[in-house]
């Protein structure tokens, strides 16, 4: 409880400016489709361009003293050099994409780099159930199907699941992670903008698996605070 | 054995043991999978037309979408790869046939009576919904609707289909390890040869685990066994036998199997992809050598990438950079392997035939599979596309661009196959219409990614993208009547075609008649000159004389191994040893006696399987009809199995013939070798299952809470003295056979007998002391359902003793045997009987001290 009325009065502990998983996905998935097209155009486009260019013509040409004949011993055709060539080029651009995101990999492990964005951290408990999603905030209190968040503030989800394998997620604040009987995962976001968000239900978990959706509910952090008090009473 | 009518009987086609017929029924059977499987697709995607279960119903939707998953990747795709493999391996590799026709034919029929038991399970109520991964504890009966009957006999049919599988690998490699034409090294067997080399390495050791998964999940349906039990008991957990790894466990088993499952089914589609290249541009293939490396890489590195389907799951960050950089390295001999394709057309002189369309199609829809797929080993990328369409998009644009390869590989064969030409303008009319389904239905799926797998209320908004993808599968479903119009229609009317209709093609199947006769070649192929020759009986007799050994081994009749019941794999090991001991009395020397092809019994022990199968799905109710049903499948199984091994069969091998490196390992051996490699991976996941569960409790807590006082040591310490003795009394008994004793030998096989007797006798004292202990803890006993501990004891030595059994059966056919004379210096039997004894003898040391000791 103090925690957080403390929080209010100091506005640098405040997650507003960190990136937010949200962020990263985003960035990440620009660049990636960006020269994912790119490369797919290209390539699919020489490989056509080739089977036009040598297609059968009918004409004699020089290649043709060098066919593959029947019951020959199977050898490679030549163009090792050009082959590597490309074979090399394709490797550093997934290798370095790869290089390039693993950092961010390590941002979205480790979460935000201030310290006292991390420890003013609101904690929740998230339990997944055949359908539907239970939240359980610090006070002890919990809520079914809308979780109340603040605006600006890190929300570290402790996730796991009384029955059977679900996957707790958001579309908008990507945010995901496993939700498994037996033990907890974690993962976190940061709501920048008040408003209503949905979350889901991820992993195939019986009949009603198509309804298991959450509202994720930011809220300004006085409107928060309010709720968050009164609901401590009830 | 009896004799093989001609093909337009209906008889020829249950008799059959012939790889060419075999290989039709492959394919014929995986097509009928392939219309089941796509008109479950045709149904959700009707049902996706809104978002909404206004159609099927969300139970309905759920099962459609399972089964849709279950039968395109195991009853379909793979069938049809094997089908071109049964047919089109022996011919490459200039092998008669394959090595052990009789177990072929097997494996066919399990595969065909699998899939009659899916389709049965439909009928149970309710079939599987738990997703085509199986996701535990969703697969358990507790989460399931009604008796959950249907869901037990998909299980069941899974394992009746690895079952299948296992003989076929262990039959493929012993097949290309014994019995290539002279002169072709591994490395020179033709593409499609070499990659089905290296799927069948794959498929031994995958489905040896998801045969453990399998196993399990059926005894915790059956028996009540609770490895993957997590519920609720009312209002509280019965903590004793909820598992807290049981999501876990099954995620690691089933991905253990199912990242090489992706290889294994794309592999045989890009063997195709490479002789269609290089037929159709009439070029070598560049950079072949490394073609092959990289495939090689891949075999094995699939095996240490599974956990990047598992990135959410909580495993920590280092597992996770292990495992990105392994999925990461996997990917890039896949670049290599494309590009050496599109290098390939180079200076050709392409010709846009249908099969070398479906080809070029098949690539460019791999390259984007494979492009979208690197987005997927970027973890940060990953973790919000798990479980999103932009997966499924994903693997559809890998796994059916490899099944359009293979229908390539279809209209490739056809006129290998039936000796008539297809419509050409048909097959292409055909693979236009299919590609633009193709991408109609698969390519919208990237742009409404955000859609959640498995659901049917999508966001509204992204209607459009769904009723596209819809419209996509209309036109793809409905190219595939042009296809069978074509070929039904061309098997009739089609241009008679010669041995070798495409020119360039070079592999040894268009050596041949179109389709080519029952014993494939007319003399011995060979390529000892550099090109592919036919010897002559005295060629033969020639190089015999120079190769001195070469023929030593040819002529070994064939073994029987066979499956049935629960113990489905190991009775296939059970019956190649015991056909073994009837077989190898019986060797003719190679040509003294027609090869056979025709054995009534592969059908009939399939058929005993399925009914045992059927009878075990709903043998927990305790209804009369379940129950008669598995005892009569039981009898029937097993008496086939007697029958099978009771036949004489012959199935010569080449008497020259490139063997590297086996060439010292006789075909039964080599056999025995590759099923015995599968079994230990069996027993692995089983140990590896139990470490994992123990752990998942706490490992000491488990001894304390989970386990009786009662539970000693002393009747393990005396079953190890047990049956190491018995492991030396074989070694004995090859030594008098070696020796020529008769007597030696019945008393060694004797010992042998009475020391495994005495080891059940003991183990059937100490579970029946267990399962009725009366203590404050356990006041109704220790048996197999009651808490985790239980399950895992009696389940992994279980599995033990079942070998053990099967060990026992054998010994005592061998001993009735020997009491005849057999074996007398002629010790091989002895001692592959001895190879599985052995192994039977080392898991137990493993088992013991887990089970009784720590």
């Not at chain 2, 996509?472 to 089609?494: D, K, Q, T, W």
Request: aromatic share 16%; charged share 10%; hydrophobic share 50%.
């Amino acid at each position: 409880m103090l925690r957080h009325t403390v929080i209010q009065n100091v506005p640098i502990a405040h997650a507003g400016g960190v990136r937010t998983p949200a962020a990263v996905f985003n960035e990440i998935f620009t660049v990636f489709l960006g020269l994912g097209t790119l490369v797919g155009i290209v390539v699919c486009a020489y490989t056509v361009y080739n089977a036009y260019a040598y297609r059968d013509t009918g004409e004699e040409s020089k290649a043709d003293a060098d066919r593959p004949e029947l019951g020959e011993l199977p050898t490679g055709g030549g163009g090792g050099k050009k082959l590597f060539l490309s074979f090399g080029i394709s490797a550093i651009i997934v290798l370095s994409l790869i290089v390039w995101t693993y950092s961010t990999l390590l941002y979205i492990e480790t979460g935000p780099d201030s310290q006292q964005v991390q420890e003013n951290a609101l904690e929740i408990n998230v339990e997944g159930y055949q359908f539907g999603w239970q939240f359980e905030y610090p006070n002890g209190q919990t809520t079914s199907g809308t979780l109340r968040v603040p605006q600006n503030e890190m929300v570290m989800l402790n996730v796991t699941s009384r029955d059977v394998f679900h996957n707790f997620g958001s579309p908008e604040l990507r945010f995901k992670t496993d939700a498994i009987p037996g033990q907890s995962t974690k993962t976190w976001f940061v709501g920048q903008q008040a408003g209503t968000y949905e979350a889901k239900c991820y992993e195939l978990c019986g009949t009603g698996h198509s309804y298991m959706n959450a509202t994720v509910e930011v809220m300004p952090r006085d409107d928060y605070q309010q709720w968050y008090n009164g609901s401590e009473s009830e | 054995m009896s004799d093989l009518p001609p093909k337009s009987s209906i008889r020829r086609w249950f008799l059959t043991t012939n790889h060419k017929d075999i290989g039709i029924l492959y394919l014929v059977t995986a097509l009928f999978f392939l219309v089941f499987g796509g008109l479950l697709a045709m149904l959700f995607r009707v049902e996706l037309l809104t978002p909404a279960a206004d159609f099927l119903g969300e139970s309905g939707y759920n099962q459609a979408v399972s089964t849709h998953g279950l039968l395109m990747v195991f009853w379909f795709i793979s069938p049809f790869a094997f089908g071109f493999a049964n047919y089109i391996v022996p011919l490459q590799i200039g092998a008669d046939d394959l090595a052990f026709p009789r177990l072929n034919a097997l494996s066919y029929w399990l595969y065909l009576f699998s899939g009659i038991l899916f389709g049965i399970s439909f009928f149970q109520g309710v079939t599987f919904p738990g997703g085509w991964t199986m996701y535990a504890p969703l697969n358990t009966p507790a989460y399931m609707p009604g008796e959950a009957l249907g869901a037990t006999s998909v299980v069941l049919a899974m394992i009746m289909f690895v079952a299948a599988v296992t003989l076929g690998s262990v039959n493929f490699l012993t097949t290309m390890y014994r019995m290539r034409a002279e002169g072709l090294r591994m490395r020179d067997i033709p593409m499609f040869s070499l990659s089905i080399n290296l799927t069948v390495w794959m498929m031994l050791f995958a489905f040896a685990a998801l045969l453990a998964a399998l196993i399990i999940l059926s005894s915790d349906h059956i028996i009540g066994t609770n490895y993957f039990t997590y519920q609720i008991d009312g209002d509280t957990f019965a903590t004793n036998v909820n598992n807290p790894g049981s999501s876990m466990l099954w995620a690691h088993l089933f991905w253990f199997f199912g990242h090489p499952e992706v290889y294994i089914v794309f592999f045989p589609a890009l063997g195709v992809m490479a002789e269609c290249f290089q037929t159709f541009t009439g070029r070598r293939l560049v950079g072949r050598k490394w073609f092959i490396i990289s495939m090689v890489l891949v075999a094995l590195q699939s095996f240490i990438v599974w956990m990047h389907h598992m990135f959410l799951t909580g495993i920590n960050l280092e597992i996770k950079t292990l495992f990105m950089a392994t999925t990461i390295g996997i990917s890039l001999p896949f670049d290599l392997m494309v590009f050496s394709l599109i290098y390939t057309m180079i200076k050709g002189r392409v010709r846009y035939m249908t099969p070398f369309l479906f080809s070029l199609g098949a690539l460019l829809l791999f390259i984007l599979g494979g492009i979208t797929g690197v987005f997927l080993g970027a973890v940060v990328l990953d973790y919000q596309f798990r479980g999103t369409y932009w997966v499924v998009a994903h693997f559809h644009y890998v796994m059916v661009a490899g099944a359009t390869a293979l229908f390539g590989g279809l209209y490739y064969w056809y006129p290998k196959m039936t000796g008539k030409m297809y419509n050409e303008f048909l097959g292409k009319v055909h693979f236009a219409v299919y590609f633009i389904g193709f991408n109609l239905l698969y390519f919208p799926m990237f742009i409404a990614w955000e859609t959640p797998r498995r659901v049917f209320n999508y966001p509204v908004e992204l209607t459009v993208w769904h009723n596209l993808s819809t419209v996509g599968a209309i036109i793809l479903g409905g190219s595939f009547l042009i296809m069978f119009y074509n070929l039904f229609v061309s098997y009739f009317r089609g241009a008679e075609v010669g041995d070798q209709p495409w020119e360039f093609a070079t592999s040894a199947e268009w050596a041949v008649a179109s389709p080519p006769p029952l014993e494939n070649f007319d003399g011995v192929p060979s390529y000892a000159s550099g090109t592919l020759e036919f010897l002559s009986p005295s060629d033969v007799a020639k190089r015999q004389s120079g190769h001195s050994g070469a023929a030593a081994d040819g002529g070994t009749a064939e073994t029987s191994p066979a499956t049935d019941g629960a113990g489905a794999e190991a009775g296939a090991l059970a019956t190649t040893e015991t056909a073994l001991a009837t077989g190898a009395g019986t060797a003719e020397p190679t040509g003294h006696e027609h090869a056979s092809h025709a054995s009534f019994w592969p059908f009939m022990i399939s058929l005993g399987g399925f009914l045992l199968f059927l009878g075990l799905s709903g043998i927990r109710t305790g209804s009369m009809l379940y129950t008669s049903l598995a005892l009569v499948g039981g009898i029937l199984g097993f008496g086939s199995l007697v029958g099978m091994a009771q036949e004489p069969f012959f199935a010569p091998e080449t008497a020259i013939a490139e063997r590297w490196p086996f060439a010292d390992v006789e075909k039964m051996k080599l056999g025995m070798w590759t099923f015995l490699a599968s079994d230990i991976v069996l027993f692995g996941a089983f140990i590896g299952s139990y470490a994992f569960i123990r752990f998942a409790y706490g490992w000491e807590a488990w001894h304390h809470d989970l386990i009786p006082e009662a539970h000693v040591t002393f009747p393990g310490l005396v079953n190890t003295y047990l049956l190491l003795t018995s492991s030396f009394a074989v070694v004995l008994a090859m030594v008098a056979a070696e020796k020529e004793s008769r007597a030696g030998v019945m008393a060694s096989l004797g010992a042998t007998f009475a020391l495994g007797v005495g080891f059940l006798i003991n183990k059937g004292i100490e579970w029946q002391h267990l399962f009725h202990i009366h203590t404050e803890a356990f006041p109704e006993g220790w048996a197999i359902t009651t808490n985790l501990a239980s399950s895992t004891f009696y389940l992994t030595t279980g599995l033990h003793a079942a070998h053990v059994i099967i060990g026992l059966i054998i010994a005592g056919y061998m001993f009735f045997r020997s009491w005849n004379g057999a074996y007398l210096g002629d010790e091989k039997p002895i001692e592959y009987f001895g190879l599985y004894w052995h192994l039977v003898d080392i898991v137990w040391l493993f088992l013991f001290p887990l089970f009784y000791i720590l």
